[in-house]
Structures are given as C-alpha cells and as structure tokens.
C-alpha cells in the first residue's frame, strides 16, 4: 500500500532563516506530488504541483520553492523566512491517471 | 479565474441533526472530491464523482452531483460527534492537469 511521510510535524524558526520541508511517497511510482499551505481555519493553497522528476510548477508568487530531485521526493524550501510563511504545510500525491489526492500529516511552521 | 464556493462556512448542530454543505463551480467540472480534515490533522479523501447526477452513498453520508456538473452537495443524517470536522469539495476542470480547485471547507460543529 502507498504511504507519505513528511517531516517535521512541527517546526518554529525565526524570520530570515532557510527553511527545507521534506515529503517522500512509497508503494507508488510516478506519482504527481502537490505542496499546500493552509493558514489556521482557512481551506488550502496549492504551492508548487510536480508531475515528474525536475518538472515543477507554482501557482502562487512567493519566497518558497520546491524541487524534486527523486521521483518520489518532494522538497520545500526558502532561503530566507517571512512571518506570513507561518501555517500548517500539507503535502499530498496522486496518480498519474487519477484525481483523488493523499496527502501526508503536514508539518506546522511557526515564525517567529 | 476558476473556483469553487462552499456554503456555509460554519455549521452548528446538535447531535443527531443533519447537515449539509453545497458546492458551486464557475465552470464545468470533470469530477467531484470530497475530503474530511478532523481538527489538527489532515484531508482525507472521501469520495469522488464523475457521473452527471450521480449520488453516492456512504453509511449516513450521501453526495449528489448536479445534473450540469457545476455543483455539489453532501448530507449527514444524524450527525455523530465523529463527523466533527471540516468537509471540502475539490472540482477538477474540464481542462484540468490533474489540479484541484478547493472549496473553502464547511467546519462542522457539534453543539454540547
């Protein structure tokens, strides 16, 4: 069965600090991976989508960008923190031939 | 652009009472999502529709998808404290690549 994890469940870091979230997907190849943001009570952004290894897009303009060195490895990064990064930071996958999104626990990013 | 709105935002209701959230796309839809996130944790699918009026069933849950695939809706009967949470819809484009446009979440609250 496919699985996602993603690390750190939660993080606090101060503005101006690098930032590198984490998604890995297993029991599935080729999967689309998504980054989300979702701020307290509010419903989800989608950040970057990737449909491949080295191939992503971003719909929002913003300090984070994403990479996706393996095929089932997803990345978040920033160079330098701003306190409106704070939210919780899903990542999900589908299949290359279906809709339906999994997505991982999240990570829960304070800045502080 | 494209979106989708969810109605109501909030719902409170006693146990036992029924609920229900509606879904209205600015364009044609290919498919229908739904997704529960319990509070602190994340979306988790539930169904997905594709069928021009389709309704679907789940124990006390049931979906219907509008005849123009522009709309939506999912009715509890008899609310239990486990459906506590938020409820999204996601429409996928007629043109879609496989992105979701999210609903903003209807929260649903139990009253004690």
């Known amino acids: 069965s496919q699985t996602i994890h993603q690390w750190p469940a939660t993080l606090v870091q101060p503005v101006g600090s690098p930032l590198s979230l984490e998604c890995t997907v297993e029991?599935?190849?080729?999967?689309?991976l998504y980054w989300y943001r979702q701020a307290a009570g509010r419903g989800l952004q989608l950040l970057f989508y990737?449909?491949?290894?080295?191939?992503i897009s971003s719909e929002v303009p913003q300090n984070l960008s994403a990479s996706r060195p393996q095929d089932r490895q997803f990345i978040l990064s920033s160079k330098k923190l701003l306190l409106s990064d704070s939210g919780f930071y899903l990542c999900a996958w589908s299949g290359d031939s279906s809709y339906e999104q999994y997505f991982g626990p999240g990570t829960r990013l304070t800045v502080t | 652009g494209q979106q989708v709105m969810q109605i109501p935002q909030y719902q409170h209701v006693q146990e036992g009472e029924d609920f229900t959230t509606y879904c209205n796309s600015s364009t044609t839809l290919s498919n229908i999502q739904w997704y529960k996130q319990r509070p602190g944790g994340h979306p988790v699918f539930l169904i997905q529709?594709?069928?021009s009026g389709e309704v679907k069933k789940q124990k006390r849950l049931t979906f219907q998808f509008g005849e123009a695939k522009k709309n939506s809706s999912l009715h509890i009967t008899a609310t239990q404290t486990t459906d506590v949470g938020t409820y999204f819809c996601a429409g996928v484009p007629m043109d879609s690549n496989y992105q979701l446009i999210w609903g903003a979440g209807t929260k649903l609250i139990i009253k004690p």
């Open positions: 529709l594709v069928k």
């Open positions: 990737s449909v491949g290894i080295g191939q």
């Open positions: 029991g599935t190849s080729n999967p689309n």
